[in-house]
Structure formats: C-alpha cells, structure tokens
C-alpha cells in the first residue's frame, strides 16, 4: 500500500481554513465519488482503492492518501512529482492557499 500526502501552508483564520477544507471535500466527493465524514477538523475519505483523510491546522491543511494494492502501481510516477505539483486530483487551481 502507498501513501501520497500533500501539504498546502496557508495564512486564513481556522474558520476560513476550514471552510476551504470543505470545499475542497466537496470537490473531491464529486469528482471521485467518495464517501466523506468530519470528526472536527479532520475530514476522512474512502472510495475502493483509495481511502485518505485531510486535516485542517493552524497554518497548513494536510491531506494523506492511502493507495490500495491496484492504484500502488502508480504511486512512483505520483511521488516523484515536485512538492508543488501536487498529483491532478489533489490540484485546486480555485484553492487560495500558498506554496511553500
């Protein structure tokens, strides 16, 4: 199994942090048809295949990736992208967070 994480600093309060977290949980909801929970700032994620959660802190939001057995063949092509090319469906050009 691999794990992709990406991490995005940003400089919003908490509530606009995590107003844009749920946005982006909604895009990905959408788009991948996942099955998405929040237990307070951590919003988990899972779909067959693939399951993840994205945390929402003070200065960055967080989001960690689990690959199952089929999509692990694709993790060293994902992981040898730039920090700031993150793979294309944890890209959000709508996303006003700062790289670093």
Not at 59 to 67: E, G, H, N, T, W
């Amino acid at each position: 199994m691999a794990t992709i994480s990406v991490v995005k600093k940003h400089k919003f309060t908490h509530t606009q942090a995590k107003t844009v977290a749920e946005g982006v949980a909604k895009d990905l909801r959408r788009r991948f048809d996942l099955d998405c929970t929040w237990e307070g700032d951590v919003c988990r994620f899972a779909r067959s295949g693939l399951d993840g959660e994205m945390t929402v802190q003070r200065d960055r939001i967080a989001i960690d990736v689990k690959l199952g057995f089929l999509l692990s063949a694709v993790a060293p092509s994902i992981e040898r992208r730039s920090p700031n090319q993150p793979p294309r469906f944890l890209r959000y050009s709508w996303l006003p967070i700062s790289r670093r």
